[in-house]
C-alpha cells in the first residue's frame, strides 16, 4: 500500500471512489483550492487500484473547521468497498494526520453524519472526541469534533 498527494492531472481517478454530479465542476473546484494552497487531496493505493481518499482543507471562512497553520478539517475520507474494516481506513488516517502534524497542525476538525457509524468509531478511536458544533446543510446534519 502506499499513499500520496494527488496531483491535478489525477483528479478525474476520485470517480472511482464517488458519483459525483458534475465532474468537471468538482475538478475545477478542486483544482482552484489546491492551487491556492487551501487543500490536499491524499490516496491510499493496493498496488495499482486506488483504495481510499481523504481530504485536508488547511483555510475555511468558519475558524471552527480550519485555520492555516494550526486546525486542519478533514474530509471526504472513503475506502472502497471490500477493504473496509480491514484496517485500511486507520492506516490512511494515522498516515494523514502524521504528515499534516508535520506541516505544522495541532489541531484537526471531521465532520460526521448520525448515520455514519464506522466513521463515528474510527475518529473516537483516535481521538476526535470533542464536540465543537451540530451543523445542518441542505438535507443532513453532522456533529463537527476535534483532536487536540
Known sequence: MKIEKLALQNLYILT???EYDDVEKMISKYTRAIQNGKLDIFVLYDNELLIGELHVMYECADENYAVRGRR???SDFRVR?????KGRGTY???SVLTMTKAKGY???TVGVED???RA???YLQMGFDE???RKQEDTFEYNLYLKR
Do not use: P, R, S, V
Open 92 to 94: 490512511l488516517l494515522k
Open 106 to 108: 495541532y489541531e484537526f
Open 72 to 74: 486542519a478539517y478533514l
Open 115 to 117: 448515520d455514519n457509524e
Open 120 to 122: 463515528k468509531h474510527i
Open 16 to 18: 472511482e471512489l464517488f
Open 81 to 85: 468497498e471490500g477493504y473496509q474494516n
Open 131 to 133: 464536540l465543537l458544533l
